[in-house]
């Protein structure tokens, strides 16, 4: 029966023609949930990703890359439309693209539409919290696993102190699951490793048919909580590796409402609603299972890269691995993201194109997942649609060390009731030396400033958006800004 219901599905969704070579580069663009660079090719000396960093060994790694809004679906939303979430008003996780854009063409919509066959395995659109899926883009249904990562604590791992606080806003309620679990169960038992096979499966029937590209989207969803990896993963690391962070406090004269309130930490099990998140001991075991997830997926990362190669497809393939946005891990005293600070905008960028060089290539420019639309299209060749507000990397590609932006933008809107109604939305500059939040709107009567410099001050634990220098340098970034906006800080012209 299993058989059975394999070829079934392969029936719907091998796709008709796949490029082995020809005109057209196949793409192939993984998605990771919740993924800062906690990698090896990004320095970390901890972490175990051994497949990333093989990609990044033959690609360009973007050491300044910026997610537009540290929120799933409004940062998707952003890098599957093209355009920024201040033109697309989507700030939350229920809001689905269309309905406000219904003009829009997204990514793989186009290439659907100029001859390639669009396909999506596992999280691409964020289709949880009353979103849902984009059937438009894609020329197959998205492929979906229907199981999750539930599964019974292992008996070393007792659960902690049930703790009931009701369903979270976004309609998530985990107050009877555990924030982390370490199962003796195969890779396939989770969610990563059935998108994985899914995957891996495709290409293999794919590679047979040579008649048209393909551009494969695969999301894979650690490491989202709660932390779920088999144990085999948890055995890599050992605790005494991991250490609380440096910038463990809110920042030193930032406004409260700067930071979040753990809101999606505290839905699980034995995470106390209020006051501290948790204690030493549960944070080291929380970053713990954020590396054993890294490396899990990093693991399915691999097993795909392995099937593009023995496939043969790998040199009509690009190659573009990213995150959705940053992750607190205590930093700033706090967890998840749902901030406008540097550890939760700041992802990994990873572009491997067909015939690049045997050696990793890195680039400090500022780039932004807003620019992987025209890159793809401009990398293809393909016409890309109007009202796209990024800018194509492909020159950086080719020349990483070219002047570039000025500046990434990312931006945040929540309510703040303590000071009012209304949403309070904040816009983050991060150029090559300092990082510009500006809040405005809804209960402030007055703008509310951050900055911080991050020659001195990398880790951003004190705002010194009130001091003399700061307010210079605020004064500079607002009229740069009042004079053109984002397209101020664009590349130079005549590039």
Known sequence: MRNLWLLSFLAVWVPAGWSRAGDKPNVLFIGVDDLRPVLGCYGDKTVLSPHIDKLAASGVRFDRAYCQ??????????????????????????????????????????????????????KIFHTTNGNHEDTQSWSRPAWHSMKDD??????????????????????????????????EVADNALLDGQIADKVVEAL????????????????FHKPHMPFVAPKKYWDLYRPEQFRLPANGSHPKDAPDF?????????????????????????????IHGYHACVSYTDAQVGRVLQALDANGLRDNTIVVLWGDHGYHLGEQG????????????????????PGAPPARVDSKALVELVDLYPTLAELCGLKAPDKLEGTSLAPLL??????????????????????????????????????????SGGPLKEPVDELYDHTNDPQETVNIAGTEAGRRV????????????????????GR
């Open 334 to 353: 706090t967890w998840n993201k749902r901030t406008n600070w540097e550890v939760a905008t700041r992802v990994p960028l990873i572009i491997r194109k």
């Open 150 to 183: 539930k599964v019974k604590a292992p008996a070393a791992n007792p659960p902690a102190v049930p703790k009931k606080v009701g369903p979270a806003k976004d309609g998530a309620d985990h107050s009877d699951d555990e924030p982390t679990e370490s199962p």
């Open 398 to 439: 080719a020349n990483p060390d070219q002047p570039w932006k000025e500046a990434a933008f990312s931006n945040y809107v929540k309510k703040i009731p303590e000071l009012g109604e209304g949403n309070v939305t904040g816009i983050a500059t991060r150029t090559a030396t300092h990082r510009w939040v500006r809040w």
């Open 69 to 122: 809004f540290a929120l799933c679906n409004p940062s998707r939303a952003s890098l599957l439309s093209g355009r920024r979430p201040t033109t697309l008003k989507i700030h939350t996780l229920a809001q689905f693209v269309r309905d406000k854009a219904p003009d829009v063409v997204t990514l793989p919509q186009m290439f659907k539409e100029q001859g390639y066959e669009a396909l999506s395995f596992g």
């Open 204 to 219: 293999r029937q794919g590679a047979l048919n040579k008649s048209q590209p393909f551009f494969m989207a695969v999301g």
């Open 258 to 286: 700067a930071g979040n309130d753990a809101s999606e930490l505290r839905r699980y099990k034995g995470i106390p609603a209020t006051g501290p998140a948790v204690s030493a001991e549960k944070a080291v075991r929380l």
């Open 474 to 493: 605020i004064a500079q970034l607002s009229e740069k800004w009042s004079k053109g906006g984002y397209a101020a800080f664009g590349p130079p012209r």
